[in-house]
């Protein structure tokens, strides 16, 4: 169980997340909404302390962690046990695509190249990739470079991935490969929380739905409510302006 209580982030005199608390179970997906500005990305940074909260405790497993005391060896045990994948995809661009995968295994499990070298080829046969193992995140599309850094989340075994917007920056031509890889993460039970506004791709994989808005959860629940009969007047006005950009 993953447990988010009370989380606050202030950056400046602007405060992003106004106390959100959240309940994740093993082998849930759950899918973060809502238009910009309104925390999703704060929220997912806040979870493995990219970002430190003023105030809310995060519990994965038996660790939890105080925003208030936490430690930086607790922070350390949050991240071994998260992997984000980011926007912007990250990779090393002096790495090869094979070495971006094992530079977790080797840098944060201490493995040696020998031992991590056979690990990140079977994770990166699994995105699809092993004949690009050995090229630069360069010669890759926009697509390769973001399925190679889920590759490399999944290198650390987490308890919980964190996805923020990561079709956001592709071409539309290349979405597709991205979901599915995080489509089959979902079928293997994979502990997942996803900001995205691809909002097929959430109805098709998100076991629950999170609509956020002004810092908060304005509403949350199964896919087919939240888009089909969402109670919320604020998730309405959203999914309405959603669909009429789409048409």
């Given amino acids: 169980m993953i447990s988010i209580e009370n989380i606050h982030k202030k950056f400046g005199d602007l405060e992003v997340l106004k106390g959100v608390s959240l309940e994740v179970k093993k082998g849930e997906v759950i899918a973060i909404i809502g238009p910009s500005g309104t925390g999703k990305s704060t929220l997912l940074r806040c979870v493995n302390y990219l970002e430190r909260p003023e105030e ?33 995809y990250n990779l090393f661009k002096h ?21 991590a070298e056979p690990i990140a080829r079977e994770l990166i046969a699994k995105v699809g990739l ?8 360069s010669k890759l599309s926009g697509g390769q ?30 979405v597709g490969e991205v979901l599915k890889v995080i489509k089959d993460l979902a079928e293997n039970h994979m502990t997942m929380l996803i900001v995205t506004h691809e909002m097929k791709f959430a109805q098709q ?5 999170i609509f956020m808005d002004g810092g908060g959860i304005v509403e949350e629940g199964p ?4 888009f089909s009969s969402p109670r919320s007047e604020r ?9 009429q950009k789409d048409l």
Wanted: glycine share 4%; hydrophobic share 40%.
């Fill in 56 to 88: 809310g405790r995060i519990t994965i497993g038996d660790l939890s962690v105080d925003a208030k005391t936490a430690t930086k060896q607790e922070i350390l045990k949050l991240r071994q046990r998260t992997s984000m994948v980011f926007q912007s």
């Fill in 95 to 115: 790495k090869t695509a094979l070495e971006n995968v094992m530079e977790p295994l080797v840098a944060a499990k201490g493995m040696k190249k020998s031992q």
């Fill in 130 to 137: 092993l004949d690009k193992a050995d090229q630069y995140p």
């Fill in 145 to 174: 470079q973001q399925r190679i850094g889920i590759a490399r989340a999944m290198a650390v075994h987490p308890q919980l991935m964190l996805f923020d917007e990561p079709t956001s920056a592709l071409d539309p031509e290349l």
């Fill in 205 to 209: 994989v998100a076991d629950r739905v």
């Fill in 223 to 226: 896919p087919q409510q939240i």
């Fill in 235 to 243: 998730t309405i006005r959203f999914l309405n302006m959603v669909r």
